[in-house]
Structures are given as C-alpha cells and as structure tokens.
C-alpha cells in the first residue's frame, strides 16, 4: 500500500509560479513512476505530467509543456510539479499517482492516488 499526501496549492494570480509536493509512504518509491493529474469544476480528470522511476524521463501534456515542470527525489520519496507562468484555467484540484508501469496520458487505471490539492489561479 502507498499513501500519497499532496501540499504547495494555493492562490496565485495570473503569472505567477507554485510549487506542488507529492510525499509517498513507500520505501520502494523508486519503483513506481510518478504523475501529476488535475480536475477542474465540471470537467473530468486529466493528465498532466508524468516521469519515470529514475528521473531521467518526463512527459506532459501540450497544454502545460514549457510552463510545467515535473521532478522527483528518491532519497525524500517526493515527487515535484513546479508550475510556471499560472494562467485562470490552470485552475483545478491536482492529484498525484504512483504506478508500476509507466502511463503517459489520459484514460488508464492508476495504482494508487493522492487526495488532492487545490491550485486557485486569479485573473
């Protein structure tokens, strides 16, 4: 089992940058690949960002590639998203996942989720 507790949300005005924390319970953090998922009102989850067990992979979605930024430290078992040039629509709640197997994109089962963190983006 691997308990994911996200922090860093918050409001931000149109321009301005957030740094999201993913922290994870398990001791085989490195096994897992990390992503980063949002949701917004009325609107179904989507993806995000995601990278791979040892960093060295990333990948995103079009809507956030060269504003967002997804990292990891294996040593502090955390997964970071640092958010750049924030505009009105980015705002939603944003979850991490853990998985075994690598997913990059919508529409997959994820292993396991976090709870959420509530990114605010004024215009």
């Known amino acids: 089992q691997v308990q994911l507790v996200e922090s860093g949300g918050g409001l931000v005005q149109a321009g301005g940058s957030l740094r999201l924390s993913c922290a994870a319970s398990?001791?085989?953090?490195?096994?897992?690949?990390m992503g980063w998922f949002r949701q917004a009102p009325g609107k179904e989850r989507e993806f995000v960002a995601v990278i791979t067990l040892s960093g060295v992979n990333t990948y995103y979605a079009d809507f956030v590639k060269g504003r967002f930024t997804i990292s990891r430290d294996n040593a502090k078992n955390t997964v970071f998203l640092q958010m750049n040039s924030l505009k009105p629509e980015d705002t939603a709640v944003y979850y991490c996942?853990?998985?075994?197997?690598?997913?990059?994109?919508?529409?997959?089962?994820?292993?396991?989720w976090g709870q959420g963190t509530q990114v605010t983006v004024s215009s």
């Open positions: 398990a001791r085989t953090f490195s096994t897992y690949a």
């Open positions: 996942a853990a998985d075994k197997r690598l997913r990059v994109g919508n529409g997959y089962e994820h292993d396991y």
